[in-house]
């Protein structure tokens, strides 16, 4: 069965700015995904069609499917369930006052027993290296702390499909190698949208090329990210990770 | 604008604020109801009143100028209010009696959200069964004051990179500008806020 199913998924926004293109991919149970493209040019519009944020009228003919159910007004509850996604801006996806109550939102919102609730933020605060620092402010963290702490309250409603939008960026070095780390221990079937190459040959099999709302390149990482002509011709580069075999 | 505004001693460490929050919340409505129902002829009263909250703001611990200078921010108010009860007959001793009146107000206010953070208030408002959508939107506006507080100091900082001239004029078109702005920005991530809120299960 495939985690996610798209079928010519065309979308408009209210301005008149074609965003997606009819786009069509699949992703199998376990695989993580690159979504590369440059700036503009659908990944995050994708991105929240993928647990029914978009488009804003919901129908039963949905060109998306997850799990092999297509995402509807009935069951979106469900889905949402399922996919955990994990926005660019940590500021817009931490709302609660402190860490342990943003961790514990999605638990409540499931309906969780208050016991459970606390175990899953627990468990989730230890997978991300966040012991301890339940307690703190949300808008006192660092950047790094506040994307680790999207990711645990994600990470507490127990998704089978992670979505991240540009999950390294604003980074520095450090948290940029930490948090790809984390990502690596996560069994979750992941679709990881970055501008990030490394990360995309590091963690992804295989990687999604858009551009302009269309998909322009499917296939292994390693291939298409060698592929000068197809990276430059769409606001990409070849990684030097790829350039340079020798160690360093 | 600056943070310094929002910036106070509510996690710090006395007698007061190891308190629980409820009781502060609790004794800080007490004392401005008794000052706000007191009649007009119970100086003793109000200044017992007085009284009690120097004596707590001393338990504190808070700094006498940190207090001082919170309550000169809003004196302008404050004597704007009471300015008017001048204009009656008799009206001196009225404007004095609300002056006190209304400081006192004041200072039980500042004393409580400078003795107990913002977040205890919320958790009792919530266990007072105070309804959710009120709690709720003033968990959010706590949360996100510091963004859009960081976010306007951002762009005037940007403005002034490359502001040139000067003028008062121009500096208040300028103010405008940022504040439209800053209200753009404002809604549109309260837009993607509740996207993060519903891609959690937000009902």
Known sequence: ?248 | MSLRLLHNHSRGDSAIHRLPAALKLGVALALVLTTVLLPRAQIAALLAVAAVQILIAAASRLPAWFLLRRMLLLEPLVIGVAVLMLFQPGGGHVFAVILLKTNLCLLATVLLSNTTPFTEMLRVLKRLRVPWMFVTTLTLMHRYLFVLVDEAERMRRARAGRTFRRGRRFQWGVLATVLGQLFIRASERAERIYDAMCARGWK
């Open chain 1, 1 to 248: 069965m495939n985690a996610i199913e798209i079928i010519n998924l065309k979308y408009r926004y209210h301005d008149g700015t074609e965003a997606l293109r009819g786009v069509s991919f699949r992703v199998a149970l376990g695989e993580c995904v690159a979504l590369l493209g440059p700036n503009g040019s659908g990944k995050s519009t994708l991105l929240l069609h993928l647990n029914g944020i978009l488009p804003e009228k919901l129908s039963g003919n949905s060109a998306v499917k997850i799990l092999g159910e297509p995402v509807g007004g009935q069951n979106i509850e469900t889905i949402r369930r399922q996919v955990g996604l994990v926005f660019q801006d940590p500021d817009d996806q931490l709302f609660c006052p402190t860490v342990q109550e943003d961790v514990a939102f999605g638990p409540q919102q499931l309906g969780l027993a208050e016991a459970e609730v606390a175990a899953r933020v627990d468990k989730s605060l230890a997978q991300t290296g966040l012991a301890g620092l339940g307690r703190r402010a949300t808008h006192h963290l660092s950047h790094g702390e506040k994307r680790r702490v999207c990711l645990a309250g994600v990470l507490a409603c127990e998704p089978a499909i992670l979505v991240l939008d540009e999950p390294t960026s604003d980074l520095d070095p450090r948290g940029r190698r930490e948090f790809k780390a984390l990502l690596r221990q996560i069994p979750a079937t992941k679709l990881i949208a970055t501008h990030d190459l490394e990360l995309a040959v590091e963690l992804c099999s295989r990687t999604v090329v858009l551009d302009r709302g269309e998909i322009v390149a499917d296939g292994a990482t390693v291939k298409l990210l060698n592929d000068e002509g197809l990276m430059l011709a769409h606001g990409l580069e070849c990684p030097h990770i790829l350039r340079h075999v020798h160690p360093h």
